[in-house]
């Protein structure tokens, strides 16, 4: 292979430049260390809150505008789940129980300084996409990013559950299937 | 209908304008040489946590020596959620500089104070101690999490928190 040309094998560079993320924490150093390795990942606009009820009041113009070529529409959350005046758990409830659709399915990444199960249980039950313990490294954060574009998760709407289907690939099981939801009990919405 | 499976379209992986076919693993990945820029962000950044460390364990021994000999009011609850958030913020730091005798003694404090009420005179036995242990960390510059030091400095909050539990 000549040099520079590219591996034909290898998975191209994202251009980020037209994306947006909204990072939500309390700590100064987190914020700039956060926004530090998207500007270096070249995401086109970083948006920072400092809790939950700052991201709503963003959140709610950006995603409510999405048409309007003033406001950039957020596309990936960042979260911290700790924060005085707004934890990550309100901001995720609120997410995932919006009436408008460009905010109840928005990519939820939950950064946590909390590594107990019940914290990251706590988040995947509550709908995020993805947990991220810190101290959060680039190549974590990277992985967190290429996973929410390219793997989607459908979404599962239950009396008790909205948000990503929590299981992540089809295992074929060699028990007892004690699953009590019969297959024409499940609606599969495709939308457009 | 008891389940609803929603199924998007990938609007990010159009928004790049490119797609994904069902045998590919990959549509692409963060460019590893984007990736090495972070990684030398953060390697910047640690070096600069020690000294926020030490301003926000300043901080927290204000706010320990204000609420300490304050009796049950909303002014001390308010104080007493910051310590938390200082002691969450400083294990965060000392996490990201790998320094691990501080994210333990803050960690340890962080924890306590979450789930303990801090009005009963054991638990400010306990709580001087944590603090007294991060600052002596943070003085002398331990990074030794093995050391003699830092075994004594465990030892004294463990038996602080045994003593009083």
């Known amino acids: 292979m000549f040099p520079g040309a590219q591996d034909p094998k290898q998975p191209q560079p994202y251009d980020l430049s037209n994306f947006t993320v909204l990072v939500v924490e309390d700590s100064t150093y987190m914020v700039t260390l956060m926004s530090s390795m998207l500007k270096a990942f070249s995401v086109g606009d970083i948006m920072e809150c400092h809790n939950g009820k700052e991201a709503i009041e963003v959140l709610t113009v950006t995603q409510a505008r999405s048409k309007s070529r003033f406001i950039t529409h957020v596309d990936i959350v960042l979260m911290d789940w700790l924060m005085p005046g707004g934890s990550g758990e309100e901001l995720l409830r609120w997410i995932r129980s919006h009436d408008k659709e460009e905010v109840r399915f928005m990519p939820v990444v939950v950064v946590s300084g909390f590594t107990t199960e019940k914290i990251v249980n706590s988040a995947r039950d509550l709908g995020a996409n993805e947990t991220l313990v810190k101290p959060i490294s680039a190549k974590g954060l990277a992985s967190r990013i290429c996973n929410v574009i390219e793997h989607p998760r459908p979404f599962v709407n239950v009396d008790t559950y909205f948000g990503p289907d929590r299981r992540r690939q089809e295992s074929p099981i060699n028990f007892e299937d004690r699953r009590k939801t019969k297959a024409d009990e499940i609606k599969v919405v495709r939308k457009k | ?165």
Request: aromatic residues 4%.
């Open chain 2, 1 to 165: 209908m008891k389940v609803e499976l929603i199924h998007l379209p990938n609007r990010l992986l159009q928004k790049l304008g490119l797609s994904k076919r069902e045998d590919e693993k990959q549509a692409g990945q963060v460019d590893p040489e984007a990736i090495e820029e972070a990684n030398r962000l953060v390697e910047k950044m640690k070096k600069e946590c020690p000294a926020a460390i030490a301003g926000f364990l300043d901080e927290l021994i204000q706010v320990w020596i204000d609420m300490r000999d304050m009796g049950d009011t909303p002014q001390r609850a308010k104080l007493s959620e910051r310590a938390f958030t200082l002691a969450h913020e400083i294990k965060d730091l000392a996490a990201l500089s790998e320094d691990e005798l501080t994210t333990y003694f803050a960690e340890s404090l962080r924890d306590y104070i979450g789930e303990t009420e801090l009005n009963l005179e054991a638990q400010r036995v306990i709580i001087q101690a944590h603090v007294d242990a991060m600052s002596v960390v943070n003085k002398q510059g331990i990074e030794d999490a093995e050391s003699a030091l830092a075994e004594e400095l465990k030892q004294m909050v463990k038996i602080a928190i045994n003593k009083y539990s």
